[in-house]
Nanobody
Framework: QVQLQESGPGLVKPSQTLSLTCTVSGGSITTNYYYWSWIRQPPGKGLEWMGHIDYVGNTYYSSSLKSRTSISRDTSKNQFTLQLSFVTPEVTTVYYC????????????RGQGTQPTVSA
């Protein structure tokens, strides 16, 4: 069974870049027909898809975040990474990494989430 674990800094200053890493175990991020997403949930709101990287390395981003978001991967470590630039305190939220199958919008596995603090 695939497992995902988010990691990253606990504290980020406003206007800096937030970098989060998702470590995957129990399955490879290059396995055919899966994609690997970053999702966030602001306080009191629903889940928001930020973007994903597929099994061959193609990336796709939310139109509202595209200019500030970058997703990459390290296949040797079975990890993928989110970089979100120009963070603001208003987006202090929970970030999840997840796996989905190509052709579907649903995640079949998700990490427990991480909630960095954005503060000076």
């Amino acid at each position: 069974q695939v497992q995902l674990q988010e990691s990253g800094p606990g504290l980020v200053k406003p206007s800096q870049t937030l970098s989060l890493t998702c470590t995957v175990s129990g399955g490879s991020i290059t396995t055919n027909y899966y994609y690997w997403s970053w999702i966030r949930q602001p306080p009191g709101k629903g889940l928001e898809w930020m973007g994903h990287i597929d099994y061959v390395g193609n990336t796709y981003y939310s139109s509202s975040l595209k200019s500030r978001t970058s997703i990459s991967r390290d296949t040797s470590k079975n990890q993928f990474t989110l970089q979100l630039s120009f963070v603001t305190p208003e987006v202090t939220t929970v970030y999840y990494c997840a796996r989905g199958r190509m052709g579907t919008d649903e995640s079949d596995s998700r990490g427990q989430g991480t909630q960095p603090t954005v503060s000076a």
